[in-house]
């Protein structure tokens, strides 16, 4: 075992074999989709816990922090945000763009998205754009769902790109000392390729078939964009504060502060301004509408899955996992770089991939002996970021991003079904994983 366990496991049971019982458990019933997965993650960290695997000590420790203020931030900033009409006039305006087209918004905001998520992190990508998604739908009376699906998609694959875009770049960065334009670099190409295909495969799944009413389309192209806009103060407000956020989070590394606490504290500002006129009684109506606006299913799916993840982590299956990787592979460094590809996304698309990619830093960088020291690891953690980053769009809860649409989209009244995800999403990234895989051996091997 990595760590100790509360006090010892029921009946002296072996804690690997709990542990991972408990794992394939709680993603087998979340697969079913009886229960409201926030339910299942939550009863799942309960049992780690009371099984003995955990320490409650443990379980807290095991919490990403950091990710749960910035979902938490971003979700506070965007539902103050949206109050001022900011998204139905970015609606508009795309929409107007494409010329109504929904094939034209559907590859619009694919790559509007994969841009983002390379200069901000994921969740605030999707955080932002899902909202303006939903109203255009619904403006030309087409089916969100393939629009959200695609921007999960497109969300991962562009933030593959950067060493801000996904939380596994940050911590291959920091552990090795790469920069900003070393990722843009090496992985800026494949992700290009990537995102191309992703809209062709867009095109031939929905983007032909769909249709809009003219006179829906007219009435859209007719729209005045600025006469959305509900709150001209709030706008500039809200304009001002996530200007600041997204600054903070370029410059983060240089002032030393995390994207949770950067995104607490622009949502702590925006909530500031946006109640500094009103009355108390009315601040305490409004900051209870902000409050109620935020993805508490989400929220707490992560405490539960962040704790389930602890226990497999602590008991040792993740190492275990690693280590058998690296004598499968022989010392070849080509396999070995093709293995860490393929079983980092496999891996990532059914458990987080933070603590997975923090157990592999040290294990590559102990293999620098054997490929001629630190430099002849590059092919190798360029095949734990691709893999990592990619996997994550293989199931609904892969990567943060995943979780947060669907949590967008059901308050919207649209399903998203973990087996009807599945079906789509993870075939595609097992293309991305094999585009990945030839472009390893053209660029680095």
């Given at each position: ?80 945000a949206r109050r001022s009409g900011m998204f139905q006039y970015l609606a508009i305006w ?352």
């Open positions: 075992m990595t760590g100790e366990s509360a006090s010892g496991v029921w009946f002296g049971w072996d804690p690997l074999w709990v542990s991972t019982a408990l794992l394939i458990v709680t993603y087998g019933v979340i697969m079913t989709e009886r229960i409201n997965r926030a339910i299942v993650a939550l009863v799942g960290a309960g049992l780690m816990i009371l099984t003995g695997v955990l320490s409650q000590r443990q379980a807290i420790a095991g919490q990403d922090f950091n990710t749960l203020a910035l979902l938490i931030g971003m979700m506070l900033l965007v539902a103050i795309s929409a107007q763009l494409a010329r109504g087209s929904p094939w034209g918004i559907l590859a619009l905001l694919s790559v509007a998205t994969a841009v983002v998520s390379a200069l901000l992190d994921n969740v605030t990508t999707v955080l932002l754009i899902a909202p303006v998604t939903l109203v255009i739908a619904e403006q030309l009376k087409v089916p969100p769902y393939p629009f959200l699906f695609t921007e999960i998609l497109a969300s991962n694959i562009g933030g593959t790109a950067t060493l801000i875009g996904d939380p596994p770049n940050i911590l291959i960065g920091s552990a090795v000392g790469l920069t900003f334009n070393d990722f843009v670099i090496n992985l800026g190409p494949v992700v290009a390729i990537l995102l191309i295909l992703q809209i062709i495969a867009n095109h031939l799944i929905w983007g032909r078939r769909m249709r809009t009413d003219a006179a829906d389309r007219a009435r859209v192209m007719a729209y005045k964009p600025h006469r959305s806009i509900s709150d001209w103060r709030l706008l500039w407000c809200s304009l001002g504060v996530l200007t600041l956020v997204i600054l903070g989070f370029i410059l983060a590394h240089s002032i030393h502060l995390q994207p949770g606490t950067i995104a607490l504290g622009g949502a702590a500002l925006l909530l500031m301004l946006d109640n500094w006129p009103r009355g108390r009684e009315e601040q305490t109506h409004h900051v209870h509408a902000v409050f109620g606006d935020v993805e508490w299913i989400v929220i707490f799916f992560f405490v539960g899955l962040f704790a389930i993840v602890a226990g497999v982590e602590h008991a040792g299956l993740l190492s275990l996992l690693a280590d058998a990787l690296i004598g499968a592979t022989g010392g070849d460094l080509a396999v070995t770089a093709v293995a860490i590809l393929w079983v980092s996304a496999l891996l990532s698309a059914i458990i987080d991939n933070i603590p997975f990619v923090a157990t592999m830093i040290p294990v590559v960088k102990s293999m620098a002996p054997a490929f001629g020291g630190p430099e002849g690891l590059l092919p190798l953690w360029w095949s734990l970021a691709l893999g990592a980053c990619l996997g994550g769009n293989g199931t609904l809860i892969g990567a943060s991003a995943n979780l947060t649409v669907a949590g967008i989209a059901e308050r919207a009244g649209v399903p998203f079904r973990f087996l009807t995800f599945l079906a789509l999403a993870f075939p595609m990234m097992i293309a991305s994983i094999v585009v990945s895989t030839i472009y390893l051996y053209w660029r680095f091997l």
